[in-house]
């Protein structure tokens, strides 16, 4: 079955980086489009960025654009995002998501869209 696993989640504070790493097994890595979203406690998750299955396109929230990178490694099944200048705004747990269908471009929050991640907590201090 699929299985999708983040980490390089922790504690930073305000105006530090980070770099989370996912990794996808049981599918045809470079045949599915991947996001990374996140869900602050009380809040609904949120897309924060996308990227095709080639990585030739890209989507950002507004939230993170100039600030946040996601980049793919397809000979290496993962999926990265690297993430400057960070605020205390962005706390949160960072899921994970591989897109269900094959060659298709989306970046939904529907649970049934994606194969999800268990999530990794990203703590940002002031």
């Known amino acids: 079955q699929v299985q999708v696993v983040e980490s390089g989640g922790g504690l930073v504070q305000a105006g530090g980086s980070l770099r989370l790493s996912c990794t996808a097994s049981?599918?045809?890595?470079?045949?599915?489009?991947m996001g990374w979203f996140r869900q602050a406690p009380g809040k609904e998750r949120e897309r924060v960025s996308c990227?095709?299955?080639?990585?030739?396109?890209?989507y950002y929230a507004d939230s993170v654009k100039g600030r946040f990178t996601i980049s793919r490694d397809n000979a290496k099944n993962t999926l990265y995002l690297q993430m400057n200048s960070l605020k205390p705004e962005d706390t949160a747990m960072y899921y994970c998501?591989?897109?269900?269908?094959?060659?298709?471009?989306?970046?939904?929050?529907?649970?049934?869209?994606?194969?999800w991640g268990q999530g990794t907590q990203v703590t940002v201090s002031s």
């Open positions: 998501a591989a897109v269900v269908s094959v060659l298709k471009y989306i970046c939904s929050v529907s649970t049934k869209d994606n194969y």
């Open positions: 049981g599918l045809t890595f470079d045949d599915h489009a």
């Open positions: 990227i095709s299955w080639s990585g030739g396109s890209t």
